[in-house]
């Protein structure tokens, strides 16, 4: 997951995508996973899909918690 965040901080946001997918299918929830994944839906406008993806990483437990917070956050800003 951490590959796949830095290619998107990096601007690669295609291998990024392919790298924080590829981490949610090993591990359903991986909570940097699903906040990256979250990030990308939101920038495309799919506020429906990084509910989806967001809410399944709070569903299961967070190990930190600016972690937890930044879900969080992303998933309010879906709601909004």
Partial sequence: ???????????????????????????????????????????????AGAREVLAEALARPVPSASLRSDLAAALARATE
Avoid: M, Q, S
């Fill in 1 to 47: 997951a951490r590959l796949g965040i830095f290619l998107y901080a990096k601007g690669n946001v295609k291998d990024g995508r392919t790298e924080l997918a590829a981490a949610r299918k090993l591990e359903p929830g991986h909570p940097l996973a699903c906040l990256g994944l979250g990030w990308l839906a939101l920038e495309a406008g799919d506020k």
